[in-house]
């Protein structure tokens, strides 16, 4: 049991319970939640293509689950110990996007390749195809390309071809297809320049896809895109799946990119942390309880949505402690209020806490485990 | 059971099986770690001052045990939380950093005071000394002073007389003393600017212990003080204690502070990260497996101890990668190899993990969990 839990079962289905919830609080509003998750399915349902949702974002079963029954083929983990948590909870269809190497690390992939339905994983290189070969597991594994970020991935459509025949030629292993992950341009905050950039990424895609299927090893997955590119991707309808993540919550470095080219905010901010005025001895600043401990640190503030005058700003005071500014004038928050703010970056955010605070309105209606919650190795 | 004892509990004590850890994986320095305890306490003692080091900085009743059995007076906890967790593993003498607010957190101060020997708080507000005081909790309170940074703490000496009085009034309250901590002083990089700094608002200090001297309060604990500032704290004596936290394990952000004046460094680095090589498609730089959710990201680029050619950088690749990039000429390590570093800054690196793998060598020695992790509320 987390410890959100140990703190707070009690409070869940008790009408207003949300003010008594010990801060910081991480919290999911469900009902936006759920409209994400369908908002996000249909769309890939009207372009005829699949989504494999990256449980990266939210590292949680019963969000995955959710995203299963709205029709996904499965989801994304970034790494193996990401897949063994959400299988173990019970999760299927989990494809591995980041390269498994090291001989501890294909011993627990092979492992969980027995035990987990559909499992695939992603590779770049033939010494790491072989290692997975030896070690028995029989699986389906996909051929990573390089999107020109360098981070992983097959430099060109030669190597792709090569890593394909050879995990075509390893007893146990089967070639899948391909992922190409374009990371640097899903933030790109004007659409058209997030269009273009992708036109021309997805240009190169297609011709690796056209060697392999000059060579006999048409893919049949082509897994790749996110959030910030979804919706140039249904519309080049390259990929046969999306590896949509950050959809589910959004997040100051997604609320400003214009993701659909005509200013419209298709997904609603549904991850949300309430901290607490602990500190409140200057007329200027307040001191809550919510510091670099609870918000990803790489991507700025995190935007106050509520329990502060309007033009408020948040600043970072170490691990612990944020301070809330308001505007000349205006009188900040009280010893023991409860501030409302969005997550700079969603994935890190969540990766600092526990368990979600289900809410509905002011309600806590439940808790969910973060069962993948530092799974980085 | 942590993740990471689940998958490495075999591993104890087999010669050389640091190689066999799966990545990214905390280590600790046994030995290193042992002298770092053992160096702070005698400065300490040299100087007639006592210890109760902040447990913010490793979060593990291991190596609380360790700082109260060479010879602390307890711990410091950031937040309640931090306090109950490290309680509920046995370590006593407990300090409450920052201040409990709200209904939900002071019950459980209260119920955490009737359990755990000596627990202290610190506050700064006489609303909080009301609501603790009618909450029937029986303990001693420290009365926080600001020390110019306005994060907490009563903002005068005036405010600090009325608080004790209100806590020495207050049914079932003790005032214990004052705390004050110079958080932003810390990391001054120079040495005489930092002693500087520290002088100035030492003589703030003592007007404060002053004025409640005057008034028949005197302060029996003065508890403060960090690492940057040790050793000019010791020098001026007018702390009885010390919450030095980050000396145990160290990193970047210290290891560029001159911290004694002549050039020395008390401390050794005893906190690494072990990071595996999972992608190496260029000549030019390899991609490891560790990234912003492994390592601090408010505080720069985590520095190379072992495993690239002297010279070689690390930059953040996302949240699960990082490239390793060598000097011109030099090879990058290979596919599969390990690549060792420290923390930028230690105390948010060790809250993204679950547990420190305690090594001697390249032998895994212990696991010790941070039962403290995540303790934000």
Redesign the interface.
């Known amino acids: 049991m987390t ?1 959100a839990q140990t ?1 707070h079962q009690h409070l869940i289905g008790r009408q207003g319970s949300r003010r ?6 991480l919290l999911v509003d469900l009902d936006a939640l759920e409209r994400n998750i369908a908002a996000m399915a249909d769309r890939a349902r009207q372009a005829g293509l699949a989504l494999r949702p990256h449980a ?1 974002t939210h590292k949680c079963a019963a969000i995955a689950r959710r995203q299963i029954e709205a029709g996904a083929l499965g989801v994304c983990c ?2 193996l ?1 990401e897949a063994e ?1 959400l299988a173990d909870a019970g999760i299927g269809g989990l494809l591995i996007t ?8 294909v011993a ?1 992939l092979a492992a969980l390749a027995a035990r987990s339905e559909g499992l695939m994983a992603s590779v ?2 033939p ?2 195809v072989d290692a997975i070969a030896a070690s028995g597991a029989r699986m389906t594994v996909l051929v990573d390309i ?1 999107p020109g ?7 060109d459509a030669e ?1 792709a071809v090569a890593l394909a025949r050879r995990i075509e030629a390893a007893p146990g292993l089967t070639f899948g297809g391909v992922q190409f992950y374009c ?1 640097s341009q899903q933030h790109i905050e004007a659409f058209a320049e997030r269009r273009a950039a992708i036109i021309e990424r997805t240009d190169y895609l297609k011709s690796v896809i056209a060697r392999l299927s000059a060579a006999g090893l048409a893919p049949k997955i082509v897994s790749g895109g996110g959030t910030g590119t979804h919706a140039i991707d249904l519309e080049l309808g390259v990929f046969t799946e999306l590896q949509v993540g950050s959809y589910v919550f959004m997040d100051r470095q997604y609320e400003e990119c214009d993701l659909t080219g005509d200013g419209r905010v298709p997904f609603e901010t549904s991850l949300m942390l309430d901290a ?7 007329d200027r ?1 307040v ?1 809550v ?6 918000f ?3 991507a700025g503030a995190p935007p106050i949505l509520a329990g502060a005058p309007a033009g408020s700003a948040y600043h ?6 944020g ?1 809330i500014v308001p505007p000349r004038g205006e009188r900040p928050p009280e ?2 209020e409860v501030v409302t703010l969005a997550a700079p970056h969603c ?2 955010t969540v ?4 368990a979600y605070h289900v809410i509905q309105g002011d309600t806590l209606v439940d808790i969910w485990p973060l069962e993948a ?5």
């Not at 980041?98 to 690390?105: D, F, I, K, L």
């Not at 970020?149 to 430099?155: E, F, I, P, Q, S």
């Not at 309880?289 to 609870?294: L, P, T």
């Not at 919650?373 to 190795?377: E, L, M, Q, V, Y």
């Open positions: 410890y703190l008594d919830l010990n801060t910081p609080a990266k970034a790494k110990g948590a980041s390269p498994v190497v090291g001989a501890s690390a627990r770049d290189h010494a790491a390089d970020l360098h981070r992983t991935g097959v430099a190597a990371g607490r005025v602990i500190s409140a001895n200057h600043l001191t309880d919510a510091g670099f401990k609870a990803a640190t790489e970072f005071m170490g691990d612990e402690h301070c010893l023991g994935d890190p990766n600092l806490h526990d919650r530092g799974r980085s190795a």
